[in-house]
């Protein structure tokens, strides 16, 4: 189902807007969102694995390697704002349809931590399991 083009950006400004307010609307500071050390991650990063197999994995798979449900999310990873986009409005392509989690306090507060999480798997810093946290 398409969505009319002002219907999105709409959707987008606000939820931008109010995920801004819950300090998870600003794209991360650096190209890289993630800090990874000898296979341990900063708080953030761990964070974002915890929400991630807590939410995401059901359908994603382990470490977002994709699914028959869910595509991988880390074979061709999305820029943050796209990232946002989706988690929070959802997706639908065919018969695949992804919910959307604005109003999910598990979810929607912890994007960046998610995206970091997801984005330093794809970018190969961080490999499989789960990581330790840097203290």
Do not use: K
């Amino acid at each position: 189902m398409r969505r009319p083009l002002a219907w999105g950006v709409a959707a987008t400004a606000i939820g931008l807007a109010t995920f801004g307010a819950a300090g998870q609307g600003d794209p991360p500071a650096s190209p890289q969102p993630y800090q990874v050390i000898d296979g341990a991650v900063d708080r953030g990063t761990h964070n974002g694995y915890r929400r991630y197999h807590a939410t995401c994995s059901h359908c994603h798979g382990p470490d977002g390697l994709g699914s028959s449900f869910g595509p991988s999310l880390v074979d061709r990873p999305l820029t943050f704002a796209a990232f946002a986009e989706v988690v929070r409005l959802g997706s639908a392509r065919g018969s695949a349809v992804m919910q959307g989690f604005a109003d999910d306090p598990n979810v929607a507060p912890h994007i960046h931590d998610i995206y970091a999480y997801l984005r330093a798997r794809a970018d190969g810093a961080l490999g499989r399991g789960r990581p330790r946290r840097l203290d």
